[in-house]
């Protein structure tokens, strides 16, 4: 979700304001992807690198999280027919105990909603998500639960944040940046990407349409010819 920071400045509002009105933007996007049936999307909300960003900048984003897992948790019935599945990518010890146990609740309160599966990456970064899935590989090899020559993709996949999801189709990236930045590395192995110059608050439906287009049009080989 880039570009908050420079929508702010190009207003003379400050970087909070920026991440204020991109989480508005993530709620419209959230909400179109399930009504046109997108089974499966991840928004990255905090990566394990933002930590070096100012303490002010940094409450300002958890704010808006914890507000918005509240949102949810507090219209969960009058939301149901949405069908929103929440759950979130990354590692969770450094994140606020409160917040962590909100992110708990919602987990398990929208677990039962089918339509569409939304991931939310907060202080994730793909490296250590793959460090992650390999120590707990390296533990079961040590207690004798797997031998290493027998090790498959997919018991590495299943140890992944993303678990038993599909891996990455499309990545849309906007604001103009071209960069992978830490996100879904191992999950990216064969997605199309899409960029755009639109900063994320301004991002619109028809922008997502537009990046749907593209990856419709695009000639997906997988390797193959
Ligand atoms: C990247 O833009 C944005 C972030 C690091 C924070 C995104 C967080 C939110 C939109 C709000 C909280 C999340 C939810 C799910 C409600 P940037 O700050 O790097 O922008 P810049 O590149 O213009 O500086």
């Known amino acids: 979700m880039d570009g908050n920071g420079r929508w702010a ?13 991109g989480a508005k933007t ?11 049936g997108i089974r499966h999307i991840t928004f990255y909300a905090f990566s394990t690198e933002n ?36 759950r979130f990518l990354g590692d969770r010890t450094r994140i606020d105990k409160k917040l962590r146990d ?20 907060v202080n ?5 998500e793959i460090l992650h899935a390999v120590q707990t590989i390296a533990a079961d090899a040590q207690k004798g639960l797997l031998s290493p020559e027998n090790l498959t993709l997919a018991d590495v996949e299943k ?3 993303t678990g038993d999801q599909p891996p990455v189709d499309l990545l849309i990236r906007p604001s103009g940046e071209q960069r992978l930045s830490n996100f879904l590395l191992w999950q990216c192995a064969y997605a199309e990407f899409w960029y755009s110059d639109v900063l994320w608050p ?11 287009l593209a990856f419709r049009n695009r000639n997906r080989r997988f390797g193959g010819i």
């Open 51 to 86: 930590w070096s960003r100012p303490e002010a900048e940094i409450k300002a984003i958890m704010r808006l999280f914890g507000s918005y897992l509240q949102e949810a948790l507090d219209r969960l019935e009058e939301d149901k027919e949405k069908g929103i599945r929440l």
């Open 202 to 212: 301004d991002f619109t439906e028809r922008d997502f349409d537009e990046a749907l």
């Open 26 to 36: 993530f709620r419209r996007i959230g909400e179109y992807a399930g009504n046109i």
């Open 124 to 128: 994730y970064g793909g490296q250590q």
């Open 159 to 161: 140890r992944l944040y």
């Open 9 to 21: 400045k190009q207003r003379g509002l400050p970087r909070s304001e920026g991440h204020k009105e």
């Open 102 to 121: 909100l992110m708990d609740t919602v987990e398990d309160a929208t677990k039962d909603m089918a339509k569409v599966n939304l991931n939310i990456a």
